[in-house]
């Protein structure tokens, strides 16, 4: 006969499981197999006793994972045996509070299929409510105080919900229960239409009304998860201008958010992984080609053949468009230029005058600010641009245990990093450092990450840069054990920890600017790196930039800078194309600022070496933002089908090599005095750097042996340089390692100063 074998067992499981209707699922896999016991949150994650049949309880637990809800993510699962007790039934307990708190926090995610059904039902209780949402769906991060992910540590603590909202939230088994953000129209938030100079719009439907304004083409703030949107129709070019003129925004692309997946199809090619990456729960902004039809008009994103998309992600967003009369709305990050995204209403009103015309608010607190997250496609994978809402707290595996570091990041596009065990935990993106409000959300950010994921490091990692506000703000934290990290360095190791790589690596960090260990601005840098050092191998020859950071902003002071360097007293001529454009005077200027060596620090930038190529074949002399004119470049080579490219020189000085640009000036000069197309000089440009560094990276292998490359820095970013490099690297038999998860750019250089910090002070 069968004797029944009782056994209890203890499970302890962590990852990403509160908040994300773990325990329901886990009350119902024990209430199906009649098994006894309860589960309650913890600090650590969730704890479950669990008690009955020796084969019921080993099927539990074997499915605990395979089946978890949505959102979750389980990281590790530890099991321990039990006495048996009296226990008869399954509850759900009372959660542990305090102690070191290691759970995994949900990002911010989009409405689920459940919800937006409901939302459009006339039945529905929730009919139209546009704060609708469930264990499996809506804000997290943005909403949250403290830690346990519990109502009274989120901005919904001022809402007391209604007998049946709580209902709900107390029945393990709807869909609700225990949903933070859980309202409705009788206890939860409200919206309310705003006017410029601040009173509230008197209308029984603010929303409806809202719609109705933007179809007459004002602008309209809109309030979101992690911040203000500034709105309006995406077709009415009128209305893109305006808020252009508005925002001081002069070339730099808006983001489109489209009504559905078909007016996607019908403003840019979608392939089947942006078409998945479009309607991830993550619903970030996908850089996509445009269609030769597409209606969107060139001021959305003057001079891109690109455009970046998304869907609706908020009920807000869903009821905007339902309201209708538009397929597609701008939606940018309220914020004058480069500061931070508006969050708090008041200060949204007062922030924007003269940007809004009307402020859609709502009284549910966003209490820390997450812009939305771009990413693009390219060699068949997603590559994130800017890693922030959807992804955010959400952590980078790693390959090894690491101590606990916070690493501050750069200067631009800023993200700083907490490591733990074997997670990464990026911020997200906080922006350029560069004003008063940038600096408060990075001290925000720094304390928020700390206190919710509960970790106090005791080191930190900063770049080498003597003037950046995150150098500045490292040095003086007291107690602190403090690792200066090279900027490239940095690029490398963030591209080495994500894929995961130890030992020693071939990296080529490409992009505008970093402070390098000499004192001058790296940026065309061959090095080979580990955890611990690295050594420069490699870089492209250095150049003055005269006028310093006004050489960024002017890309033509460097072609008149790569000019003279190579030909001296004849660049005055050669620099012929340039002056006439009007420019002889400044170019005399520039060459006199030149021979006198003032305010010309010296660089080896890449993202300046396509500035110089860029002013030379006349695309462009100033720039509105960052990387404008090497995007350009990038852009106009796509006519091309040009498949030689222009020679580099490799110049030895024993070991290190200097990448010389001399001949491929030479050659660029030439083929513009025979009025060779832009597009074809850009593309023998592009191609030569592809011939160029990989020569460098065979000659690399052959000294060392190694045959593992990573590539890093924002000029990876160039799709056609990217795309090209790595197809050559690897027909050469070389692996090449990418970024992906994390962006190539300085938003991810945190993870490498973190990875970099964590082994040098513990010595390994
Ligand atoms: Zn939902
Ligand atoms: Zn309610
Ligand atoms: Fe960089």
């Known amino acids: 006969m069968h004797e029944l074998m009782e056994v209890r067992r203890g499970i302890e499981v962590s990852g990403i499981v509160q908040g994300v209707g773990f325990r329901p699922y886990v009350y119902r896999l024990a209430t199906e197999r009649r098994l006894a016991g309860r589960i309650r949150n913890t600090p650590a994650g969730v704890d479950i006793e669990i008690q009955g049949d020796v084969q019921a309880v080993e099927d539990f637990v074997a499915r605990i994972t395979a089946e978890a809800p949505p959102l979750a993510r389980v990281t590790e699962v530890r099991v321990r045996d039990l006495p048996c007790n009296g226990d008869r039934g399954f509850q759900i307990v009372e959660s542990i509070l305090g102690g070191a708190v290691h759970t995994l926090i949900s990002p911010d995610v989009a409405i689920c299929g459940d919800c937006l059904r409901e939302l459009f039902d006339p039945g529905d209780r929730r009919y139209l409510y546009p704060f609708i949402n469930c264990t499996n769906c809506g804000p997290r991060f943005t909403i949250m105080r403290d830690l346990p992910y519990d109502r009274a540590l989120t901005s919904m603590a001022t809402f007391p919900m209604c007998p049946e909202c709580q209902r709900e939230y107390d029945d393990p088994l709807d869909r609700r229960f225990h949903a933070q953000p859980n309202a409705c129209w009788r206890c939860g938030p409200h919206v309310e239409l705003w006017g410029a100079a601040g009173p509230k719009v008197d209308t029984t439907d603010s929303i409806a009304e809202s719609a109705a304004r933007l179809r007459d083409g004002s602008v309209v703030a809109v309030k979101g998860l992690g911040g203000f949107h500034l709105a309006v129709d995406a077709t009415n070019q009128r209305a893109v201008e305006k808020l252009r003129q508005r925002k001081r925004r002069v070339g730099k692309p808006f983001a489109v958010m489209v009504r559905d997946l078909a007016t996607a199809e019908r403003f840019c090619e979608v392939d089947a992984t942006a078409r998945a990456l479009l309607q991830q729960v993550q619903r970030p902004i996908v850089i996509l080609p445009r269609r030769p039809d597409c209606t969107v008009p060139e001021a959305v994103a003057p001079g891109h053949r690109d455009l970046g998309l998304f869907l609706p992600y908020t009920p807000l967003h869903h009821l905007l468009f339902a309201a209708g009369g538009f397929t597609a709305l701008v939606m940018t990050s309220a914020n004058l230029s480069e500061e931070p995204i508006a969050i708090v209403n008041e200060e949204a009103a007062w922030r924007l005058q003269g940007i809004a015309d009307w402020f859609l608010v709502h009284n549910r607190e966003i209490l820390l600010r997450c812009d939305d997250s771009v990413m693009r496609v390219s060699a068949g994978r997603s590559r994130q641009l800017r890693r922030s809402r959807g992804y955010v707290p959400a952590p980078i595996l790693l390959a090894e245990e690491l101590p606990r570091v916070l690493a501050v990041g750069g200067e631009l596009k800023n993200t700083i990093c907490l490591t733990d065990g074997r997670h990464a935990f990026l911020s997200q993106h906080i922006g350029d450092l560069e004003n008063l409000e940038s600096h408060r959300f990075f001290e925000e950010a720094v304390e928020h990450l700390r206190r919710v994921l509960e970790i106090e490091p005791r080191t930190i990692a900063h770049d080498l840069h003597p003037d950046y506000f995150s150098t500045r703000w490292a040095l003086e934290q007291d107690g602190m054990c403090k690792v200066g990290v090279q900027h490239h360095h940095a690029h490398v190791a963030s591209c080495m920890a994500e894929n995961g790589l130890t030992g020693k690596v071939i990296g080529l960090a490409l992009d505008g600017t970093g402070y390098g ?111 404008q004119a090497a995007i350009e470049l990038e852009m106009i080579a796509r006519d091309s089908t040009e498949t030689r490219g222009y020679d580099f020189a490799i110049i030895e000085h024993g070991d290190h090599l200097i990448i010389g640009t001399r001949p491929m000036f030479e050659e660029l000069l030439r083929d513009t005095e025979r009025h060779i197309a832009a597009s074809t000089i850009s593309r023998r440009f592009h191609l030569g750097l592809v011939q160029v560094f990989t020569e460098i990276v065979i000659r690399l292998r052959a000294r060392t042996g190694l045959d593992r490359v990573c590539l890093s820095g924002g000029t990876f970013q160039n799709l056609l340089l990217f795309e090209r490099l790595v197809a050559r690297l690897e027909a050469v038999g070389l692996r090449v390692f990418t970024h992906s998860e994390v962006p190539a750019g300085d938003g991810g250089i945190s993870l490498g100063q973190a990875v970099i910090a964590a082994h040098r002070s513990s010595g390994t």
């Open 517 to 627: 260990s000499d004192g001058h601005i790296w940026g065309g840098e061959v090095l080979l790196a580990d955890y611990l050092d690295f050594e420069r191998v490699a870089h492209i020859e250095y150049v003055p930039m005269p006028g310093g950071t006004a050489a960024i902003r002017e890309p033509w002071r460097m072609a008149v800078s790569h000019l003279a360097h190579h030909f001296g007293g004849e660049a005055q001529r050669i620099c012929a194309p340039l002056i006439r454009r009007g420019r002889e005077s400044d170019v005399k200027l520039i060459l006199r600022m030149l021979e006198r060596g003032v305010n010309s620090p010296l660089t080896s930038s890449c993202g300046r070496l396509f500035d110089a190529v860029a002013a030379l074949v006349g695309l462009r002399e100033q720039v509105d933002y960052e990387a």
